[in-house]
């Protein structure tokens, strides 16, 4: 399940700095989404666009959430400090979890030049606590800060930030290689030559 954090307008609106944050989570959750289906993965887009107040869209979020039987739930979002100073990845996870796909999330925004500033305790955060799958909340890089913005679009904006959290979070089943099929009409020189 992928949650493109906040409403598109309205109550529930996201942070507004250099970029505006609910445009741009959309941005990389349309992404992600896009390179998780092509990939085969069954996606639940659980994001919610409008509410009447905040408390109804977290609400509604999890709702919609809690009907699909999800192996994660994956809010993403872009941070802002009071000062716009604050810079990097960051994600939020129960209790602080250190799942690896939530390391290698950071991990791989890191690789890009954000500064990595770790998997955190989301337990406070609503959309963490409440929803009954495997959840983490990705905090992008800080929609506020001038040096984290120049990192996001000379990395490749929105496609690079969700193929960095795709390679992250989708595992590939690899299958044994087909074995060649023996050959049982061998003669007896020939079989005493391949043993």
Not at 62 to 83: G, K, M, P, Y
Request: proline share 2%.
């Amino acid at each position: 399940g992928i949650n493109c954090g906040h409403t598109a307008s309205g109550p529930g609106y996201g942070a507004v700095g250099i970029v505006k944050e609910s445009e741009h989570n959309r941005l990389v959750g349309q992404a992600l989404m896009d390179l998780l289906r092509s990939s085969g993965v069954t996606v639940i887009d659980c994001t919610i666009d409008q509410a009447n107040t905040q408390g109804e869209y977290l609400a509604a979020t999890v709702a919609l959430a809690n009907r699909q039987d999800l192996e994660w739930f994956i809010s993403i979002h872009f941070n802002a400090s009071s000062t716009h100073t604050g810079h990097g990845v960051e994600v939020y996870t129960y209790e602080g979890r250190q799942y690896q796909d939530a390391i290698d999330v950071c991990t791989n925004l890191e690789e890009l030049g954000f500064t990595n500033r770790g998997v955190k305790a989301g337990t406070g955060l609503y959309v963490i606590r409440k929803t009954k799958a495997k959840s983490m909340l990705i905090e992008c890089c800080f929609c506020d800060n001038q040096q984290d913005i120049d990192i996001y679009q000379a990395a490749g904006g929105a496609e690079a930030i969700a193929k960095a959290i795709y390679k992250a979070i989708y595992n590939p089943v690899v299958l044994p290689a087909v074995q060649e099929k023996e050959d049982h009409n061998l003669t007896c020189d020939e079989f005493i030559g391949f043993v």
